[in-house]
Nanobody, 120 residues
Framework: EVQLVESGGGLVQPGGSLRLSCAASGLTFSTSVMSWVRQAPGKGLEWVSGIDSDSLTYYADSVKGRFTISRDNAKNTVYLQMNSLKPEDTAVYYC??????????????WGQGTQVTVSS
């Protein structure tokens, strides 16, 4: 059974930073394409970032230059370092596996999500 467990969310002021973690089990992590997807209140799913099996990284324009995705295959964990956070980054952030993001967002597996709130 595939399980994805996110952690690291919380309340942070604008301009602050958070690091999200996603611990994966039940899959061959090193060959899996991992993504972070978010859903803001009242909004649809928005793909945020991805990292493939070669550790090539991809970012939505809205977070490029501020967020960094990485993976540690020895720990079966993917991370999202979020810097210079803005109120519009407020959302539930989901870890997901093998997503297709164009034209929509469709993934094979999802975590439960972790809340990120950016507010003064």
């Amino acid at each position: 059974e595939v399980q994805l467990v996110e952690s690291g969310g919380g309340l942070v002021q604008p301009g602050g930073s958070l690091r999200l973690s996603c611990a994966a089990s039940g899959l061959t992590f090193s060959t899996s394409v991992m993504s972070w997807v978010r859903q803001a209140p009242g909004k649809g799913l928005e793909w945020v970032s991805g990292i493939d099996s070669d550790s090539l990284t991809y970012y939505a324009d809205s977070v490029k230059g501020r967020f960094t995705i990485s993976r540690d295959n020895a720990k079966n964990t993917v991370y999202l370092q979020m810097n210079s956070l803005k109120p519009e980054d407020t959302a539930v952030y989901y870890c997901a596996v093998d997503c297709i993001v164009v034209p929509g967002t469709s993934c094979d597996y999802w975590g439960q999500g972790t809340q990120v709130t950016v507010s003064s």
